[in-house]
C-alpha cells in the first residue's frame, strides 16, 4: 500500500462563474450579462485542477482545501468542489476584496495561501475561467507565492519522498507535443482540460470510492468546514486589493454564446520605445490604486 | 519493478457466486477485493430467471443477504406449467411438484436490479476487512511465479494483484478458467445458449390473474422450434415478462437455426395471444451461453490457488425443463469461501482448492451437477440408434395410444424429480414426445396473436453500448467459412443477409473461383460467449466499462 507516512497539502483554486450553458444564462437589451439572473456555477475548467488534486490526495495522502475569493454567494460553488471532493473551504470575502482583477486577485489568494498553516505543497487552479478568459490569475498568484509553476498538465505524479512533482504537459498547449517536467515541491500546477486522473493500482480505487463518498456525505454539512476570510483577518490593505487595487479597466463585456469577443487591442511592439511610453502613462494613474 | 499489492482474496465477477463468496469471506474478516468488468453489477449479465432457494442446499442467497428477497427480487413464483406445443394445438401440465420439489422460495429477478443490490451489499461488507468492490475492471490475465504457479491476476485497467486465494466467479465466458486449462471452449454440446427479451407489461396481475405476491413459470416445448432441441420460458416480473428461449447449441449448430428467429417463433405463438397484444413492447433483447453441468462441469475446479465457482466452472444445471445457475453459483462461491478460511486456519491455504473440491462432493452439489444417473442414460439413450427407436415407437400408432391413454397423467412423470435430473440430451425428450403429446391430448388455442416482433436491426439499436474504438475484443482468427461460418446463425445479433450484425458472410474470388468468407464486426456483440465455441477466434471480454450495457438483464 502507499505510504502516507509525510502528507502532501494540496490547495485547490477555483471560482463561480455565470453558467454559460444554453438557456441559463441571461442578457438585458443592451447585451449586458445579467449576472443576478444568471446562475453562478464552479468555472468548468476548475474541475480538472479539482481532478488532479484528487488524484494526489488518493495516491499520495494529505489534504485537500478548496479556496475561492468572491461574493458570499460563493459559497454555493465550494459545495460544489465538496461534492468532488474537499476536506476543507475557505471563503475569501469582503466588499473590499470585490471587483478585483487578475492582479488584485493574486495579490489576495497569495496573501490566504501564505496565512495556511501548514503551508500547502501544491496549489492548482483551473486553466482560464469560463467568464474572464485571461488564463493570468493562475500564473500571477504562482509569481506573488514565488513558486514555480506547471501549466497544460496532462497527468502527474508526486514523489512523497523526494518531494518533486512529475508532469508531463503540453507543450504550447498542442496536444501533439508532450513534455514531461520534474519540479520541486511547493509547486502551482495548472492542469490542462485533456488532464485525466490515473489510478494504477486497486488501493487507489479503492481510496477513490471510500473519498468520493464520504464527502458527498459531507457535502450537506459543508458550511460546517468553511471559513471566511475578509480583508483584515488576511491583513491586506483595502487600497490594494479589489476594485481599487486593480490595474485592469473593463471596457465592455460582450455576450459570449452570440457573438465571439472583439475586444479592441492594441499591439505594441516591444522594441518600439515610444509605444511602451505610451502605454505606461496609460496605466500609471492606476498602478497606485488611484 | 513496482511490487504487487497484495490482497487475501480477489473475487472476480460480482454476479451471484462472486456476492456469495465475498459474503463469506467478508464475515470472516478476509481481506477480499472484488473486480467486477461492468460499470455497474448486473450490466453485463443475463439470466431467465427464476433463483431458487433450496432445502437441501448448505447455502442459499438469502441465508448470505436477509434482505434479498425484499430488496432484490421481482416477484415469487407460485405456479409453474408446461405447455407441450404440436401446430396449434397444445396439452400443458401443471409442474408445480417439480417446480416445488426441494425448493424452500423461487423469485423472479431481473440481473441489473438483483446484481447492483448484491454489490452495494458486498461493497460495504468488503471495505470492512480493508479490501472493497471495484466496479470497471476486466480481469484479464493469471500472474504466476518464476515457477509457473498461480499467485494472482493481471487486469487491463490496473497493475497485477496478487492474492493467497483467487476465487474466479466470472461467469460463463470466463477468461480465467480458460488461462488456467481447467475449463475450454470447444464442443458445442456443452453448451445452451439462452436469448431472451424483457417485455413492458404494467398489468401483469390482471393478464396473468395472479394476487399480490404471487407469480407465475410458463414453459414451452414441442414443435414450434423446427426439431431444434430446447424450449422456451415466460416468467412474470413485477411489470415485466422475460420470455426467452434455451436451445442446445450444437442443435442449433446442426439445423443453422437463426436464434433470434427461434424465439419470435416463441413470441408469434398462439398460446402467447393471450397475454400479449399488439402493443407488445420489447425493452431489451439480450443472449448468454449456458452450460450444461451434466457435460460441462469439472469436478475437480481448481489450480494452485485459483477456484472456479459457478458458470466459470460449468455449475449450470438443467433439470429437465427448469434451470438452476444462480443458486448453484452462490452455493459453490460460499463453499469456495468457506474452504479457504477453514485451510487458512489451518494454516494450510495453498489447499483451498482441494478442499473445496471435497465440499462440492460432500455437499451434494456435484451430484445435482453430474447426476451419476445420467452417465448411465447418456449411454444407453444417447445413441442415434436408440434415439430412433424410442421415436420410432412413440411416433407408431402404438406410442400415440399409449399417449392418449395416459392422457394428462403423463404430466405426473414431468413432475419425478429424479427423471429430470437425467433427461437425456435428445431430441426424444425436447421435441418427439412433447410433439407428440401435443397432437393426442393437446386442445386447439383459440387466442390470435398480433404481436410483431422487432427486427434484429431494432433490438440491437435499442440496447446501449460503449465501444471501445479500435479495440475489437474478439478477433476471428480463422475466416473460412468451414472454421466460423457457423457463428453468421448462431450469433444472436447476425443473420443470413443482415448486414448490421456482427458475422457476415461474404463472397470472394480466389483464383477465378467463388469462395465463402466470414468477416466480423464487434460493434453489436452482446458478448454471449457462442462464437467462442462455434467460430476460430481468439475470444476476451471487452476492456472494464466498454461494450453492451444491460438494463434489466
Ligand atoms: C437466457 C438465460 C436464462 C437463464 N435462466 C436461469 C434461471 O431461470 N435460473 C437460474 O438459476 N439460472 C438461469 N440461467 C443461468 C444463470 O444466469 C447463470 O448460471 C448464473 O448467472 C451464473 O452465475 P455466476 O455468478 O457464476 O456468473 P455471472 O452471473 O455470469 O456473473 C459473472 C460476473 O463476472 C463478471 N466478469 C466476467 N468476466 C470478468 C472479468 N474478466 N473481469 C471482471 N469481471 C468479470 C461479469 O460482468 C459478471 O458480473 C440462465 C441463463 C441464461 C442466459
Ligand atoms: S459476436 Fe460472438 S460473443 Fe458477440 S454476440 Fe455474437 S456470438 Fe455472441
Known amino acids: 500500500m502507499d505510504n502516507n507516512s509525510s502528507d502532501i497539502d494540496i490547495v485547490v483554486l477555483t471560482k463561480g462563474v455565470p453558467d454559460f450553458r444554453e438557456g441559463k444564462v441571461s442578457f438585458d437589451e443592451h447585451g449586458h450579462l445579467e449576472r443576478g439572473k444568471t446562475p453562478t456555477v464552479m468555472n468548468p475548467n476548475d474541475r480538472f485542477a479539482m481532478k488532479a488534486a484528487l488524484q494526489t490526495k488518493v495516491r499520495s495522502g494529505g489534504k485537500i482545501t478548496v479556496m475561492s475569493m468572491g461574493p458570499p454567494g460563493y459559497k454555493e460553488i465550494l459545495q460544489e468542489a465538496m461534492n468532488i471532493y474537499a476536506d476543507e473551504l475557505y471563503l475569501l470575502s469582503d466588499r473590499e476584496m470585490a471587483a478585483a482583477d487578475t492582479w488584485a486577485t493574486a495579490i489576495t489568494i497569495c496573501s490566504a495561501v501564505e496565512k495556511l498553516d501548514p503551508t500547502p505543497d501544491i496549489v492548482f487552479a483551473g486553466f482560464k475561467t469560463a467568464d474572464g478568459e485571461t488564463g493570468h490569475t493562475g500564473p500571477q498568484t504562482s509569481w506573488a507565492l514565488e513558486w514555480p509553476i506547471i501549466t497544460h498538465v496532462v497527468s502527474l505524479d508526486v514523489d512523497v519522498d523526494e518531494r518533486k512533482i512529475r508532469a508531463r504537459r503540453l507543450v504550447q498547449g498542442d496536444i501533439k507535443e508532450i513534455e514531461t517536467v520534474e519540479v520541486d515541491l511547493p509547486c502551482f500546477v495548472i492542469p490542462d482540460p485533456e488532464f485525466e486522473a490515473e489510478y494504477p493500482r486497486a488501493s487507489h480505487r479503492l481510496r477513490l470510492q471510500n473519498l468520493t463518498e464520504e464527502t458527498q456525505v459531507r457535502s450537506d454539512a459543508y458550511e460546517e468546514t468553511l471559513t471566511m476570510w475578509d480583508h483584515k483577518e488576511l491583513n491586506l490593505d483595502p487600497d490594494f486589493i479589489g476594485l481599487d487595487g486593480s490595474p485592469t479597466i473593463v471596457g465592455r463585456v460582450d455576450p459570449i454564446p452570440k457573438a465571439p469577443s472583439d475586444r479592441e487591442a492594441t499591439i505594441i511592439d516591444l522594441e518600439n520605445k515610444s509605444g511602451l511610453e505610451e502605454m505606461l502613462g496609460i496605466m500609471a494613474p492606476f498602478a497606485g490604486g488611484k | 519493478m513496482r511490487e504487487y499489492e497484495h490482497y487475501e482474496a480477489i473475487v472476480v465477477g460480482a454476479g451471484p457466486g462472486g456476492a456469495a463468496a465475498a459474503a463469506v469471506l467478508a464475515e470472516n474478516d478476509i481481506e477480499t477485493i472484488v473486480l467486477e468488468r461492468g460499470m455497474e453489477a448486473g450490466s453485463k449479465n443475463v439470466s431467465g430467471g427464476l433463483i431458487y432457494a433450496e432445502e437441501s442446499s448448505p447455502y ?348 394428462k397423467r403423463i404430466g405426473k412423470l414431468y413432475n419425478v424429480p429424479i427423471l429430470s435430473m437425467a433427461i437425456p440430451d435428445t431430441s426424444t425428450p425436447y421435441v418427439t414426445l412433447p410433439t407428440i403429446i401435443g397432437q393426442e391430448v393437446g386442445e386447439i388455442i383459440k387466442s390470435k396473436n398480433l404481436v410483431d416482433p422487432p427486427e434484429l436491426a431494432d433490438r440491437i439499436s435499442k440496447l446501449a453500448y460503449d465501444t471501445d474504438i479500435g479495440k475489437p475484443h474478439i478477433e476471428l482468427i480463422d475466416n473460412s467459412y468451414a472454421a466460423s461460418g457457423g457463428a453468421v446463425t448462431a450469433c444472436p445479433v447476425s443473420a443470413v443477409g443482415f448486414g448490421g450484425g456482427c458475422y457476415r458472410m461474404e463472397e470472394i474470388e480466389v483464383d477465378g473461383k467463388i469462395e465463402l468468407r466470414v468477416s466480423l464486426d464487434t460493434q453489436p456483440c452482446i458478448e454471449c460467449g457462442t462464437c467462442a465455441v462455434v467460430a476460430k477466434t481468439e475470444w476476451s471480454n471487452p476492456r472494464g466499462n466498454k461494450g453492451v450495457e444491460f438494463k434489466h438483464g
Not at chain 2, 188 to 199: D, N, S, T, Y
Request: net charge negative; aromatic share 6%; glycine share 10%.
Open chain 2, 60 to 407: 442459499t442467497i438469502d441465508n448470505l443477504f436477509p434482505e434479498f428477497r425484499n430488496e432484490a427480487t421481482e416477484r415469487p413464483i407460485t405456479e409453474y406449467k408446461l405447455h407441450n406445443i404440436s401446430g396449434e394445438k397444445v396439452a400443458s401440465f401443471d409442474l408445480k411438484g417439480l417446480h416445488e420439489y426441494d425448493t424452500k422460495w423461487c423469485d423472479s429477478v431481473l440481473r441489473r436490479k438483483m446484481d447492483s443490490w448484491l454489490s452495494k451489499e458486498v461493497q460495504s461488507r468488503t471495505q470492512e476487512t480493508g479490501g472493497g468492490l471495484i466496479n470497471g475492471i476486466h480481469v484479464n490475465g493469471l500472474l504466476r511465479d518464476e515457477n509457473g504457479k498461480i499467485k494472482g491476476v493481471t487486469c487491463d485497467e490496473i497493475d497485477p494483484i496478487t492474492a493467497d486465494v483467487v476465487i474466479a466467479a466470472d461467469g460463463v465466458t470466463s477468461e480465467l478458467a480458460r488461462a488456467s486449462g481447467l475449463m475450454d471452449w470447444e464442443r458445442p454440446e456443452e453448451w445452451f445458449q439462452g436469448v431472451k427479451v424483457v417485455v413492458d407489461l404494467k398489468e401483469v396481475d390482471n393478464i396473468f390473474d395472479l394476487e399480490p405476491e404471487t407469480g407465475i413459470a410458463h414453459l414451452f416445448s414441442g414443435d414450434l422450434f423446427e426439431g431444434v432441441r430446447g424450449g422456451g420460458f415466460l416468467y412474470t416480473n413485477q411489470e415485466s415478462l422475460s420470455i426467452g428461449t434455451v436451445f442446445h447449441l450444437d442443435s442449433i449448430m446442426e439445423e443453422e437455426a437463426e436464434s433470434h428467429e427461434l424465439l419470435n417463433k416463441l413470441l408469434t405463438h398462439p398460446l402467447l395471444g393471450q397475454w400479449l397484444d399488439k402493443d407488445y413492447c420489447e425493452l431489451e433483447y439480450s443472449a448468454k451461453l449456458v452450460p450444461d453441468s451434466k457435460k460441462a462441469a469439472n469436478p475437480n475446479p481448481h489450480l494452485d490457488r485459483l477456484l472456479l465457482v459457478g458458470d466459470a466452472a460449468g455449475q449450470m444445471q438443467a433439470q429437465g425443463p427448469i434451470i438452476k445457475g444462480m443458486n448453484h453459483a452462490v452455493t459453490a462461491g460460499a463453499l469456495a469461501a468457506e474452504a479457504f478460511v477453514e485451510m487458512k486456519e489451518r494454516g494450510d491455504s495453498e489447499k483451498a482448492g482441494e478442499r473445496y473440491e471435497l465440499k462440492l462432493r460432500q455437499t451434494g452439489l456435484m451430484g445435482k451437477l453430474r447426476p451419476p444417473m445420467y452417465s448411465v442414460v447418456k449411454v444407453v439413450a444417447e445413441n442415434k440408434v436408440a434415439t430412433a427407436i424410442v421415436d420410432g415407437v412413440l411416433t407408431s400408432p402404438v406410442g400415440r395410444a399409449a399417449i392418449r391413454t395416459m392422457g
